[in-house]
């Protein structure tokens, strides 16, 4: 009787949990996912090392600033877009490789079968062998993320050029506009002066003579000019001719101050529109206003019928197919509902895998903290600056590999920074943790933690941007679908 009971226990229970299991899949369709997603990783071994090349390409590239930053942000968001990649197949393994344990006490497939179908060889669209073990799968997946995260390291290191670039050049470009106002003031004061040396009279007599010349360099440019020297005495008693002279003299003096004001304005216009091109678009706007693309707003007036009453919003439009039919539209419509839907569902997975990673403080630049008043005169490791910050705080060297090699050229320790510590367990600051990552092998102003927190914020920050786009489109897709649905009935 005993023994009884205990089986229809079992068997209540064995129901229980038969109920609680979501429904399973074929192990067929089951074993097609997996395979897809093994094709998939497989798949992005040609773009990673396309990536890399690129990379390579721009690091020897001597072309503007423009184009180097343009090519630079392309390509840090195609390594994140591998590393997105990457996660999601890592993500998606897990859940469908949950499945065939589920299968197998179930009585739904035999396990020897599933091990069977796992060893089975892949072949990718070139007809070449491809690991189909998840095993091997995911160890090409860690293999390629630390790919991607040395190109990360790679493209940083050339962000930190291209700013040096870009700084160089904007230098030049100072001191060629102080070069050239200096020579436009320069020759100015020299027409001046010119310009104010007394005129001989008309019927002038030998005691009067014009000196035009000037000491200095000779400008070519202005052809009124000459260098010969101070004119003779005996030609200084000339009178008519030399009046005329001197009144062409002047009417060019004013021609050329007006050439120089001309040109004056021109380079006022030009360092105008070189702070107007130093905005840049950014990659993410432009990567969701794709999702617009469908997308169009009716702004075309409306012909109206005599009582008929005007639309009160305008009408957004999906660029419908020619000679599409009704319910072909609206199949379309569900289509790219799903794979919007789809589309956000990735997303927030995304950035929920994104706000799991380890998060800590960013480093902070604002300068003038000094709050120690034997701290005054403390002079930056860095910059060298005194009193003014701390040299955490250093805003000239932002990066910590800027800071590490100015350590390892001057010979300094990375946890005290002193350049006469012995190291080691003698080192003044030994055991002392960094703020960020709470190491003790370092100085908190050198620990790379905050710049990894700080691109981490800037990922989630585009990835809920794309986010909220792609939830405008749902809903404008929504609205169409109601609409064309409502329309065919």
């Known amino acids: 009787m005993a023994d009884s009971s205990e089986l229809e226990r079992l068997q209540a229970e064995l129901k229980q949990l038969r109920e609680a299991l979501p429904p399973l899949p074929h192990p067929d369709t089951l074993y097609a996912h997996i395979s897809d997603t093994c094709l998939k990783v497989h798949a992005l071994t040609e773009p990673i090392a396309k990536v890399g090349s690129q990379i390579d390409s721009l690091r020897r590239d001597e ?16 390594v994140w877009k591998l590393q997105y990649q990457l996660l999601l197949y890592h993500t998606t393994l897990d859940n469908l490789l949950t499945l065939p344990p589920i299968l197998v006490a179930t009585h739904a497939m035999e396990d020897s079968t599933w091990q069977t179908k796992i060893s089975s060889e892949l072949l990718d669209i070139d007809d070449k062998p491809v690991k189909a073990n998840p095993m091997d799968v995911y160890d090409d997946i860690s293999t390629q993320l630390k790919t991607l995260e040395r190109y990360t390291r790679a493209l940083d ?6 700013g040096e670039q870009d700084l160089r050049e ?12 200096q020579a436009i003031r320069l020759q100015l004061q020299q027409m001046e002066r010119r310009k104010l040396e007394p005129a001989p009279a008309a019927g002038g007599g030998g005691d009067v003579s014009c000196d035009l010349s000037f000491e200095g360099p000779v400008d070519v440019n202005y052809p009124d000019y000459s260098d010969s020297g101070k004119d003779e005495e005996g030609d200084a008693g000339k009178g008519g001719p030399e009046v005329e002279e001197v009144s062409e ?40 206003l794709i999702a617009y693309e469908l997308v169009e707003i009716d702004d075309a007036p409306v012909d109206e019928e005599p009582g008929q009453a005007r639309p009160a919003e305008r009408e957004v439009r999906i660029r419908p197919r020619e000679e599409e ?5 609206v199949s379309m419509l569900r289509q790219e509902l799903r794979q919007a839907e789809q589309a956000r569902d990735d997303l927030d997975m995304l950035m929920r895998q994104l706000e799991a990673q380890e998060r800590g403080p960013l480093r902070s630049f604002v300068t003038g903290g000094i709050r120690r008043e034997y701290e005054r005169k403390m002079p930056c490791i860095f910059c060298k600056a005194r009193g003014h910050h701390y040299s ?77 786009r792609n939830m405008v489109r749902i809903h404008l897709i929504s609205r169409r679908l109601e609409r064309e649905a409502a329309r065919d009935h």
């Open 63 to 78: 072309g503007s600033v423009e184009q180097r930053n343009s090519f630079y942000e392309l390509l840090e968001m195609t």
């Open 170 to 181: 904007a230098r030049d470009f100072q001191r060629h506009v102080l070069l050239e106002l």
């Open 325 to 329: 039919r009704p319910e072909d539209r």
């Open 157 to 162: 290191s050339i962000e930190d050029e291209i």
């Open 249 to 288: 003299e002047g009417a060019d003096i004013v021609e050329v101050q007006r050439q120089e004001g001309d040109r004056i304005q021109q380079i006022a216009e030009f360092m105008e529109q070189v702070e107007e091109d130093e905005e840049v678009v950014n990659p993410v706007d432009l990567m969701a």
């Open 392 to 468: 955490d705080q250093c805003t000239v060297f932002r990066t910590a590999r800027e800071r590490e090699r100015i350590l390892a050229d001057e010979g300094r320790c990375r946890a005290c920074l002193d350049w006469w510590c012995q190291r080691g367990l003698r080192c003044r600051k030994a055991g002392v943790r960094c703020r960020y990552c709470d190491g003790t092998e370092h100085n908190s102003c050198v620990c790379e933690a905050p710049e990894r927190y700080r691109r981490l914020q800037t990922q989630l920050e585009e990835l809920q941007r794309v986010y909220e």
